[in-house]
């Protein structure tokens, strides 16, 4: 099974500010990796797939990148809308399909 | 417009059973592998089982094989989720949601997902 980490569980931050989420995996999921954004009472909506591509719909402030282990989220500028939990996914190796612990984005 | 609404979620007694449905709209439902996943409270998510398009062949996740059992009918664009033997440690929203085809480039992502139904097992 592979194991997704995501650093930092907690990102407090301001409005307007970067914000850079990490995921690692246990072992290569080449590009197979997904995120995904879950505000409260929500369910979870997808960001990114592969790596890099925005789904439909996502705004240009996230990006995705990394390849193999080591995979980043970035949000170029936090808008109020976008304080929330992110967690990553990989599709290479499954079953089972695994999601990281999640890193919550909160306003500092 | 992609709809999937479950039911089925209430409170069950440990060593109980439940059957949780999703129903699919906006799309061909039978056309797409389909997953439930599930979030304990104030958690994260946990895959439990996918089954393909045509209802084949199921996936299961450690924690619920045996116990869990998952199916679907493309006639009426309906996933379902059979439980047994149903545990406190089961207590959690579970979501359905949709994984396109080989085909498509968002294959083995979850892209659309419902808004979940609780499922809270305790005496």
């Known amino acids: 099974e592979i194991v997704l980490t995501q650093s930092p569980a907690t990102l407090s931050l301001s409005p307007g500010e970067r914000a850079t989420l990490s995921c690692r995996a246990s072992?290569?999921?080449?590009?197979?990796l997904a995120w995904y954004q879950q505000k409260p009472g929500q369910a979870p909506r997808l960001l990114i797939y592969?790596?890099?591509n925005r789904a439909t719909g996502i705004p240009a402030r996230f990006s995705g990148s990394g390849s193999g282990t080591d995979f980043t989220l970035t949000i170029s500028s936090l808008e109020p809308e976008d304080f929330a939990v992110y967690y990553c996914?990989?599709?290479?190796?499954?079953?089972?399909?695994?999601f990281g612990g999640g890193t919550k984005v909160e306003i500092k | 417009e992609v709809q999937l609404v479950e039911s089925g979620g209430h409170l069950v007694q440990p060593g109980g059973s439940l059957r949780l449905s999703c129903a699919a709209s906006g799309f061909a439902f039978d056309t797409y592998d389909m997953n439930w996943v599930r979030q304990a409270p104030g958690k994260g998510l946990e895959w439990v089982s996918s089954?393909?398009?045509?209802?084949?062949?199921?996936y299961y996740a450690d924690s619920v094989k045996g116990r869990f059992t998952i199916s679907r009918d493309n006639g009426k664009d309906s996933l379902y989720l059979e439980m047994n033997s149903l545990r406190a440690e089961d207590t959690a929203v579970y979501y359905c949601?949709?994984?396109?085809?080989?085909?498509?480039?968002?294959?083995?992502?979850?892209?659309?997902w419902g808004q979940g139904t609780l499922v809270t097992v305790s005496s």
């Open positions: 949601a949709r994984d396109p085809p080989y085909y498509e480039s968002l294959t083995g992502y979850l892209d659309h």
């Open positions: 592969d790596a890099s």
């Open positions: 072992q290569s999921v080449s590009t197979f």
């Open positions: 089954v393909i398009s045509t209802g084949t062949s199921m």
């Open positions: 996914q990989q599709r290479s190796n499954w079953p089972p399909l695994t």
